[in-house]
Structure formats: structure tokens, C-alpha cells
């Protein structure tokens, strides 16, 4: 079944046309990679999927339905983002962390501080760093913190913006391992990294000029 | 004791005074004369007919007239908030108003009712003249909260589609705004609060004392006030943000200020 449909999809910002004509369909568990210049629209792309932009015209349809209010609520309980700029403000991972975890949505996932420690490990993150405060962290553990995050998330659909951009070669590596196993799971993924032209059937959607 | 009057002479001698500021800013080129001119100026009009409006007031006591002359002092205010943070009038005037309109009219009638026990709940000498005071602290108090919750929101924009994107509702997602710019919307009164009476005799306790009352009740409504006023504050900072939020804040969590 199509999980994600594009239909002759306009989008500009002002004057500058991101999308003139886009139109493309990903099945539900299929592995996406999306290719292409910086400032082609990538980011745009996972935006206008989780309804923080608006199409100037065309329709994004989301199992078969159009997007409106309830879909797009519906779609951001059921996907795990990574973005690009990766924000948790100003308080301490580990209470950010719970706070994530409260929100109305997520009160069901009661096992993720059972799961939490292996991932830890997995990526290669020190405990200590729960105790910290967001900004200290570097480009790479937010990077490693947001994936770690995704996944507690349990859900199976992921829209992952440049997840690797900032991690060392065997991390990437790893990254890249942990979601070829997630054989469950949609994979929506835009980065400049080769290394994910190597997970198991991955698709390539290129956005060029 | 009657409290002395004020002349015309004693007017052109506080006209006088004014030549002191002239003269330090000839004497340092601080180029502030103009400014100083019109300000003054304008309190002068202003008080002027501020005075001649409460003299009426006082003096007719009609009810609906004092509920018509706090409903457009109201519509002032939010005027004035609204201007001051440059966002839509069209979008943000009934939030502030409605805020408004309800934080002041709960915190003057508990004043009359419950602390003066007063018979005539809108009798202009009380409702028109305390809900003024009430006011124009609560304004203040819209201005920082609007100022801080929606340049922050914009700025962090990230940060807010991020936690949107975890699944948050509205008010989840937008719960460190509200909670950072109610925080800064209040805290320069609660600073106020604790300063008073150890380096400044405020105002409004300047004024009855001046006017013959005994020290001790002056302070009594003083302290009476102080509260109404904070709590009056509060009440609006938070419903003012609240139905700016309902009026301004898809259910989806996009922002269209
Ligand atoms: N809110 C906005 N307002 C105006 N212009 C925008 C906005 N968001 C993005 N743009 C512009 O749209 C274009 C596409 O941006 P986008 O972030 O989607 O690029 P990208 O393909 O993700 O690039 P990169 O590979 O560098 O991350 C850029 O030129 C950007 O400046
Ligand atoms: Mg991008």
C-alpha cells in the first residue's frame, strides 16, 4: 500500500521554487533514500510531509488520504523524525528525555528506560552525558541522542534528515547496520553519505536542478 | 486636615522647575529639550483631561457610564500592548481585551466588595479609579509576556516542530515558551513587590497621605492594592496568552502571527 504520495507538488519560498512539479509514491516498508544538492528542497520535502510547510498546489496523499489536520496528527505520533538541526533546548538530557516521554502520546511506551541502557551502548554513548545540559553536547552525541531517541519512540516509520552528517566513519557504519536490521520498518532517509547506498534494497529518489 | 490647594501661581512655579532640566541639558548639549518639551507636555493634556473626565464621573455616578469609560480604557490597552509587540491587531484584540476585561473586573470587584466592603460596586471614586491603577500594570504585563512568547517561538522554531514531531500536543509542544515568558513577564514585579517600603513610599500611599489620611490605613490599602495588583497581573498575562495561542495557533501547531 502507498504510504506516501506525491502529486504535482509546488512549492516556492517568496520568488525561490523548490518543487516545481514533484510527484512520487513510497510503499509501506520500503527504504527511501533522498539525494541531491545542498538547498534543493530535501529538508522542504520532510516539512511539508509532517505539515510544518504548505503546498502552493498539487496534494501529499498519506495512506490514500489527503493531508488535514487529523492525518497530520495521526502521522506525528506515527513517525520517528531525526532533523537535521537538532534542538532539545536548554535543560538537561535526561529531563528532557522524560519530558519527551510524557506527552500525551507517548505515556505507553513504559519500557524505554529498560531499553535505553543497550542503545546507549549500541552508539556508543557515555551514561554520563544524561546528566548534561543540551547545548554542551557536540554535533555527533546530539546526532547519536536524537537516533537514540527515534527509536525509543517504537514506532515504525522513520523520516531520518542528514542522521550520519556529523558522525565518524565506523558510527556511520553503525547507523547504518542498526536500520538495515529494522527489516519492520519505512525508511525515508536524505543524506549525502554514501555509505547508505549499501543498506539492503534501498531505493534512490534523486531531487535535482 | 484639608490638603492645601494649588494655585495658579503654584502651577507656574512647577513650570518653573523645568528650567533646572533646560538648563543641564544647554549646559551638556544633551540635545534632550525636545523630547523633554513634548513629554511633558503631553502629560500635562492627558492629566488635564483625565481630570476634567473623572470630575463628571465622580459627579454624575452612573453605572453604565463608568463601565463604558473601563471598557475603553480597556480597548486602550490592548491598543497600546498590541502596537508595542508590532503584531496584528485584527488577530490579537479580543484575546487582550477578553483577558483584560475579566482579570480587572474579578480583581476590582473582590477589592470593593471583599477588602473596602463598599455598597456601590461601580461607583466611579472606587471601580473607575482603582481598575485604572489595576491596568495599567496588567498591560505591562501582557507587553512582556506577548514580546517574549512570540519572538522566542520564532526563533526556536526547530526546537518547537521538533517536539511537535514527537507527537506533543499544541500546548505540550509550546509548554517552555509559556512557562520561560510568564516567568519573565512577572518576575520585574515580584522584584518590585519585595523592595517596597524600604526605598521608595509608593505612590498611591503618597496621594492619601497628602490627602490627610492617617499613615497606617494609607499603608493598609497600599498592601491592599499591591496584592490586587499582582494577582489581577497574573490573571492576565495568563489569559491573555492563552487566547492569543487559541486565536493564533492552528490545532496543528502552526503559527500565523
Ligand atoms: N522558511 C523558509 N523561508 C524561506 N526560504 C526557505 C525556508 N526554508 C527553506 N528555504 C530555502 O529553500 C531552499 C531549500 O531548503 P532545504 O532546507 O529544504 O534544502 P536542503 O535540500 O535540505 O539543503 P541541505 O542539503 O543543505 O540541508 C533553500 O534555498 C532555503 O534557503
Ligand atoms: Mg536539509
Not at chain 1, 57 to 85: C, M
Not at chain 2, 35 to 63: H, N, T
Amino acid at each position: 500500500m502507498a504510504f506516501i504520495q506525491f502529486k504535482n507538488v509546488h512549492k516556492q519560498f517568496d520568488r525561490k521554487v523548490i518543487f516545481e512539479d514533484l510527484s512520487f509514491e513510497i510503499q509501506t516498508g520500503e527504504r527511501v533514500l533522498f539525494q541531491g544538492p545542498s538547498g534543493m528542497g530535501k529538508t522542504t520535502l520532510f516539512q511539508l510531509i509532517l505539515g510544518f510547510e504548505k503546498v502552493d498546489s498539487g496534494t501529499i496523499l498519506i495512506d490514500n488520504q489527503p493531508l488535514s489536520p487529523a492525518i497530520i496528527k495521526g502521522l506525528r505520533q506515527k513517525i520517528a523524525y531525526v532533523p537535521q538541526i537538532i534542538d532539545w533546548g536548554q535543560g538537561v538530557v535526561k529531563e528532557t528525555l522524560e519530558e519527551f516521554m510524557s506527552f500525551q502520546s507517548n505515556v505507553r511506551l513504559t519500557h524505554w528506560r529498560e531499553k535505553m541502557p543497550e542503545l546507549l551502548v549500541y552508539f556508543d554513548v557515555e551514561s554520563s552525558l544524561l546528566d548534561k545540559k543540551f547545548p554542551m553536547l557536540s554535533g555527533g552525541e546530539r546526532q547519536r541522542m536524537a537516533i537514540i531517541l527515534a527509536i525509543l519512540l517504537d514506532r515504525n516509520f522513520f523520516l531520518l534528515d542528514e542522521p550520519t552528517a556529523a558522525l565518524d566513519s565506523p558510527m556511520k557504519q553503525k547507523v547504518i547496520h542498526y536500520f538495515s536490521e529494522r527489516k519492520d520498518a519505512t525508511l525515508l532517509v536524505i543524506s549525502h553519505d554514501n555509505e547508505w547506498h549499501r543498506l539492503p534494497a534501498i531505493k534512490l529518489i534523486p531531487l535535482a536542478p | 486636615m484639608k490638603t492645601p490647594d494649588i494655585n495658579t501661581l503654584g502651577l507656574l512655579m512647577m513650570l518653573l522647575l523645568l528650567a533646572v532640566p533646560l538648563a543641564l541639558d544647554f549646559w551638556l548639549k544633551l540635545k534632550l529639550a525636545k523630547d523633554m518639551i513634548i513629554s511633558v507636555a503631553r502629560m500635562l493634556v492627558q492629566l488635564a483631561l483625565m481630570g476634567i473626565f473623572l470630575e463628571y464621573l465622580i459627579k454624575w455616578d452612573a453605572v453604565w457610564l463608568n463601565m463604558l469609560w473601563f471598557l475603553v480604557m480597556v480597548l486602550a490597552a490592548s491598543h497600546s500592548a498590541i502596537k508595542r509587540n508590532k503584531l496584528s491587531f485584527r488577530k490579537f484584540w479580543k484575546p487582550i481585551f477578553g483577558a483584560m476585561v475579566i482579570a480587572v473586573t474579578f480583581a476590582v470587584l473582590y477589592f470593593n466588595s471583599f477588602i473596602i466592603h463598599i455598597d456601590k460596586l461601580f461607583s466611579a471614586r472606587y471601580f473607575v479609579i482603582i481598575s485604572g491603577m489595576i491596568l495599567g500594570n496588567s498591560m505591562k504585563g501582557i507587553i512582556i509576556v506577548l514580546d517574549k512568547f512570540y519572538t522566542n517561538i520564532i526563533k526556536e522554531k526547530q526546537q518547537y516542530f521538533y517536539r511537535l514531531s514527537l507527537g506533543a500536543s499544541r500546548f505540550e509542544a509550546l509548554r517552555p515558551w509559556i512557562r520561560q515568558s510568564i516567568r519573565a513577564s512577572l518576575q520585574p514585579i515580584i522584584a518590585t513587590t519585595a523592595t517596597m517600603g524600604l526605598v521608595s513610599i509608593p505612590g498611591m500611599m503618597t496621594g492619601q497621605m497628602l490627602g490627610g489620611s492617617s499613615p497606617m490605613l494609607a499603608i493598609k490599602y497600599q498592601m491592599a492594592i499591591v496584592i490586587v495588583i499582582f494577582v489581577a497581573m497574573m490573571v492576565s498575562v495568563v489569559l491573555a496568552l492563552f487566547f492569543s495561542i487559541r486565536a493564533v495557533v492552528s490545532v496543528n501547531g502552526a503559527i500565523r502571527v
